[in-house]
C-alpha cells in the first residue's frame, strides 16, 4: 500500500483528477448525447470517432511532452501505439463473440461502452499494482519480459483458426449461471429484465462477462508491455485508457474488413519480441524509449502496408 500510494503521489494529485474527469466526461458526453438513442454505427461515423480518440490522445501527448519532456511523451505515443496493436486482437474477438451470440448491430455499442468501462478499471488497477510491484522487486522486470518473448513467439507460430466462442467453458459465465437465472428474451438492450415474474439477465448481460473476461486476458499481455515501455504509472495508464476508449470506435470500423490487417499479428508478435528482449538486456544494454519508437512505429507501418500490398491468395481461402 505505501508503494502505490508513492507511484500515485509520484504525479500532482491534480494531474489524476483532471484526467479522470476529461475521460469520465467524454464517456457521459458519448453515451448521453451522441449515443443516446441506440442505433447500428456506421463505419463512416466509426472512422469519425477514431479520428476524435487519436486526436484527443495526440493532443494530450502533446500536452505531456510539453509538461514532462520529450522522454515522457515518446514513453505515452510508444505504450499508446502497443496497446492500439493488442486492440486488434481485441475486436477479433468482439466479431466471434457478437457473431456467437446473434447481437444486433444496434445493441453492440452498449455492449462495448460498458465492457470498455470495466477494462478502464481493471487496466487502473493491473498498471498501478504492477509499477508498484516493480518499484520492490525490480526481477519481476525479467518475468515479464520472458513473458512477452514467448507470447511474440507463440503469437507468431501458425495456429488453428479460431472460428467459436463457447460461453459454456467461461469460468465466470457458469459461475454466474449458477447464482443467477438467466431469461431467454435479449431484453431490447438492457442487461436486467423480469421473466415468469422474477428478475433475470438477459442474454446481453452474459455477452457483457465474456468481453469482460476476454479483456482480462488481453489485460495480461499489456501490462508488461506498457510496463516494459516506462515505468511511470501516470504515462502507462493514462496511454492504455486511451487507446482502450477508441477501442469501441475502432470495432465498428475494422468489422468486416479485418482480412486488410491479417500480416498485423505477426508485426505485433514482433514487437512483443522486441519489448521481452529490451526488459531482459536492460541491464546491460540502453534502448532509450526514441529507438523503441522508432521500432514499434516501423513494424507497425511494414505490416500494414504488406498486408494492403500483399493479396491473399484465393486458392487458400
Known amino acids: 500500500m505505501p508503494l502505490l500510494l508513492a507511484v500515485i503521489k509520484s504525479m500532482p494529485f491534480w494531474a489524476w483528477g483532471g484526467f479522470f474527469l476529461f475521460i469520465t466526461a467524454m ?19 466509426a472512422l469519425g470517432w477514431c479520428v476524435v480518440w487519436i486526436t484527443l490522445a495526440l493532443a494530450f501527448d502533446g500536452l505531456l511532452w510539453w509538461w514532462r519532456g520529450p522522454d515522457a511523451g515518446q514513453q505515452f505515443l510508444a505504450g499508446y501505439l502497443v496497446e492500439l496493436c493488442l486492440s486488434v486482437d481485441n475486436v477479433f474477438v468482439f466479431i466471434l463473440v457478437f457473431a456467437y451470440f446473434k447481437v444486433a448491430p444496434v445493441w453492440q455499442h452498449r455492449v462495448l461502452f460498458w465492457g470498455i468501462i470495466g477494462a478502464v478499471l481493471m487496466r487502473a488497477a493491473f498498471i498501478l499494482v504492477g509499477v508498484s510491484v516493480i518499484a520492490r522487486f525490480h526481477w519481476v522486470l525479467y518475468l515479464f ?19 467459436e466462442i463457447d460461453p459454456e467453458h467461461n469460468v465466470a459465465v457458469r459461475f454466474f449461471r449458477k447464482y443467477f437465472p438467466v431469461g431467454p428474451d435479449p431484453g431490447n438492450g438492457h442487461f436486467f429484465g423480469h421473466h415468469e415474474g422474477r428478475r433475470v439477465a438477459t442474454p446481453l448481460f452474459i455477452v457483457l462477462i465474456v468481453i469482460e473476461t476476454t479483456d482480462l486476458v488481453f489485460a495480461l499481455d499489456s501490462l ?14 493514462t496511454s492504455n485508457i486511451f487507446a482502450i476508449l477508441g477501442l469501441r470506435s475502432l470495432y465498428f470500423a475494422l468489422n468486416g474488413v479485418m482480412q486488410l490487417f491479417r500480416f498485423l499479428k505477426v508485426g505485433l508478435a514482433v514487437i512483443l519480441v522486441f519489448i521481452g528482449v529490451k526488459m531482459l538486456v536492460e541491464h546491460w544494454v540502453e534502448i532509450t524509449t526514441a529507438v523503441s519508437l522508432g521500432v514499434i512505429g516501423g513494424v507497425l507501418a511494414t505490416s500494414i502496408l504488406m498486408s494492403v500490398l500483399i493479396r491473399p491468395d484465393p486458392e487458400r481461402n
Request: proline share 4%; hydrophobic share 50%.
Open 27 to 45: 464517456l457521459a458526453l458519448d453515451l448521453g448525447v451522441f449515443q443516446r438513442k441506440a442505433h447500428e454505427m456506421k463505419m463512416r461515423e
Open 145 to 163: 519480459g520472458a513473458f512477452l518473448v514467448y507470447t511474440g513467439v507463440k503469437m507468431a507460430l501458425p495456429q488453428k483458426a479460431e472460428n
Open 224 to 237: 508488461p508491455a506498457v510496463l516494459a515501455i516506462t515505468k511511470s504509472g501516470f504515462v502507462a495508464l
